[in-house]
């Protein structure tokens, strides 16, 4: 305990408050909201896979709500959404995380934005052309073939969704570090008088950095291809997102993030936020080609990314069973007083009244319960979508959404996945039951 407390604890704030990591982690944060708005728009449209002959084999309710959603439009709609959001990932990731890396700089955020996302875009390999021959002929003697170009010059789609991500973020913290410090340095800046408008002389101010940063970074990326035979976006996948992936989609990884998270929490750290600030760049792109495949009728290829939710029912620590328990079983005044407070925020994930106000913090009564909990359900949810016993996690969705719901919903309407929620919630119960009489006794004393 002294270890972790003098040595551990100080060196994962460090970590966590490292700039890089704060600044994707704020990135990923500011465009939660469209992901989601990706992840209902792909839910509305494959909802009905529910009732498909591999669910409940309900085919009238399939057929009814593919068909409503066909003739009213509501399918293209949401196709449109899902195009300008989840299929966008890399981009939208470019801009917010160029934004935030120019706060952590004192730099301008706007600029940093503007030209991270041009050195993507022109970095991006471009499509091949595309062809469309066909004949034509007034007779058999007379056969013209014609040819229409389909797509010429264009980025390829599957450079500006969730597999450009990991591209996006090294690009985009390069960028960021060359812009600004050039930005910085007053021998580079047109000085406009007066009299010109502010956004004007703005523009003048980074005019010389912006040019230098492009040039520079799009010219070591091109030359890195043509010395390589590889560009960017295949030797990240190939060095970074593949090694990291098969390392990261392991039980081993889910049960580590887990302890993480928890074991600093209990010494007063926003475990979710330090441990979140490394995990969430590599998890957020497994999570998005779940909803790709699941958009695409195909098999879930990763697990760890639908883990997480099922072991923080009632917020960090899996506190809903210390809810329940304490309702039931709890005598000490003091202990029910602040349970009945927590009780609404903590049906919607939120529980910093029930770790500070009870405590949990450097408790050691419920410190135990508190890690445990979220360990054994981090092994047993992997381990049972792993083996497709309950479905696997896919779709993201508002992190105040309460449990049953919850398991219904970012699987995508999974049955089974609810249903072992709701077991999980029991197992939560009977886990923190006698840590709560334990409490009762102690307090009596």
Not at 8 to 24: D, E, K, M
Not at 88 to 104: D, E
Not at 408 to 437: D, K, S
Request: aromatic letters at 8%; one cysteine or more; charged letters at 10%.
């Amino acid at each position: 305990m002294k270890f972790l407390e003098e040595k551990f604890v100080p060196f994962a704030a460090r970590i966590g408050s490292q700039r890089h990591l704060v600044a994707i982690r704020d990135a990923f944060v500011v465009i939660m909201p469209v992901t989601i708005v990706g992840a209902v728009a792909v839910l509305i449209n494959n909802i009905q896979g529910v009732f498909a002959e591999n669910g409940l084999n309900v085919m009238s309710i399939y057929n009814g709500y593919t068909n409503f959603i066909n003739n009213t439009g509501i399918s293209d709609v949401m196709s449109a959404v899902n195009k300008g959001s989840i299929n966008m990932m890399a981009v939208l990731l470019v801009v917010t995380l160029g934004y935030q890396m120019a706060k952590g700089l004192n730099g301008d955020g706007i600029a940093t934005s503007v030209v991270s996302l041009t050195c993507y875009l022109g970095l991006a390999p471009a499509v091949q052309t595309l062809n469309n021959s066909y004949s034509w002929a007034e007779n058999a003697k007379n056969v013209e073939v014609l040819t229409d170009d389909i797509a010429s010059g264009g980025i390829a789609g599957a450079k500006l969704d969730s597999n450009g991500m990991f591209v996006g973020m090294l690009l985009t913290i390069v960028v960021a570090e060359v812009f600004i410090r050039l930005s910085k340095n007053d021998k580079l800046k047109i000085t406009l008088p007066d009299g010109v408008p502010p956004a004007v002389a703005g523009s003048f101010t980074v005019l010389v950095p912006a040019i230098l940063t492009v040039i520079l970074i799009v010219a070591v990326g091109t030359y890195i291809d043509r010395f390589t035979g590889m560009n960017l976006w295949t030797i990240i996948q190939k060095f970074v997102s593949a090694p990291l992936n098969s390392v990261a989609d392991t039980l081993g990884t889910a049960v580590l993030v887990s302890f993480l998270t928890h074991i600093l929490w209990v010494f007063g750290l926003h475990g979710a936020n330090l441990v979140g600030a490394v995990t969430t760049p590599i998890f957020t792109p497994m999570l998005v080609q779940n909803t790709a495949a699941f958009e695409n009728h195909q098999a879930i290829p990763n697990v760890v990314p639908g883990v997480d939710l099922f072991t923080k029912m009632g917020g960090s620590g899996a506190t809903l069973g210390l809810l329940i328990a304490s309702l039931l079983f709890s005598k000490v005044q003091a202990e029910r007083t602040v349970i009945s407070i927590s009780i609404a925020p903590g049906l919607f994930e939120i529980n910093e009244p029930i770790i500070f106000g009870l405590p949990i913090v450097m408790n050691p009564i419920y410190m135990l319960p508190f890690i445990l909990g979220p360990v054994v359900l981090s092994i047993t949810t992997y381990l049972l979508m792993d083996f497709n016993i309950i479905e696997r996690g896919c779709l993201s969705i508002p992190w105040v959404t309460p449990p049953l719901l919850s398991g219904f919903l970012v699987t995508g309407g999974g049955f089974r996945a609810t249903i072992y929620q709701a077991i999980g919630i029991v197992f939560l119960v009977l886990l923190w039951t006698p840590f709560v009489m334990m409490s009762n006794k102690q307090n009596a004393d």
